[in-house]
């Protein structure tokens, strides 16, 4: 229970950011993307806005032995750079550029029905399920 | 530049999201990265499924609040041509999956523990991205 009104909290904070940061708006984050254009350099501020948010939650988690919702935490402890890593940040680049969504804002955007976002979000999950066919394989 | 620059929207909108992540990080235990949660919804494992899943109708409930009050900031008027946008969720799906992680989770997760993955990973999409967008919007004919 605890855990899903976390996690209910923090979507409804985390998808209200990307709203107010004009993530959510595939045009804006294009517009980012292709400096050769338009160029809206909001979204830097976006990611400098998170990160000096969120550095200071990081630099929390050594002195919490454990989560305070209980239970351990699990985190990322890969250092090394492989192909996996780097040819996928290709595919997402690609396609962030392409369609100007990545997953969250696909996410948060798909609530208001219209049938462009919908259509990224079901490609985005059969993508998904593609690769873990792959991954199976 | 152009004249849709927010700076305040998008600093306190970024803020919001750093703070979400915490809650997620400090609260839960977990990396706040969209596409590890959406994949965990996906493919669920005992004890990773019911925040994934509530954290994913979070979204949608910022997302349709949105919609009600302040549908210009979810329009999707990206003006691309179905088929783009179809193999653009294709690529990103995958990608993320295969790269483990996207924009929160490398971006603003990774990046904000000095991760030397990430930060290879966040300069890879960031600067394929704009070469993407910039050959697309060329291609399509952008202003």
Do not use: N
């Not at chain 1, 229970?1 to 804006?28: E, I, Q, W």
């Amino acid at each position: 229970m605890k855990a899903v009104l976390l996690g209910l909290g923090a979507g409804v904070l985390f998808g209200t950011g990307l709203v107010l940061a004009g993530m959510t708006r595939p045009a804006k984050v294009i517009a980012f993307l292709d400096v050769a254009g338009d160029w809206d350099p909001s979204l830097a501020f976006v990611v400098v806005g998170a990160i000096a948010v969120h550095l200071v939650a990081w630099r929390l988690v050594p002195r919490l032995g454990r989560p305070l919702g209980g239970g351990h935490f699990a985190l990322p402890t890969r250092t090394d750079i492989d192909a996996r890593l780097v040819v996928g940040a290709v595919l997402f680049g690609l396609g962030w550029g392409l369609g100007g969504y990545c997953p969250g804002p696909a996410l948060t955007a798909a609530a208001s029905g219209a049938p462009s976002t919908l259509l990224f979000v079901g490609a985005m999950i059969v993508g998904i399920w593609a690769h873990a066919r792959w991954e199976a394989r | 530049m152009s004249d849709d620059f927010t700076p305040l929207a998008s600093s306190l909108g970024g803020a919001l999201i750093g703070l979400a992540s915490a809650l997620v990080l400090l609260v839960q235990g977990r990396v706040a990265g969209v596409s590890g949660i959406l994949d965990g919804v996906l493919h669920p494992r005992p004890g990773e499924f019911a925040w994934r899943a509530a954290f994913v109708a979070g979204l949608g409930v910022a997302g349709g609040a949105a919609a009600l009050l302040a549908p210009a900031l979810v329009s999707a008027s990206s003006d691309r041509p179905p088929v783009l946008i179809a193999l653009a969720g294709l690529l990103v799906g995958f990608g993320t999956r295969l790269g483990s992680g996207c924009t929160s989770g490398h971006g603003v997760c990774g990046l904000s523990r000095f991760s030397r993955r990430s930060l290879v990973s966040v300069i890879t999409f960031l600067a394929v991205g704009a070469l993407t967008a910039v050959l697309v919007g060329r291609w399509l004919g952008s202003p």
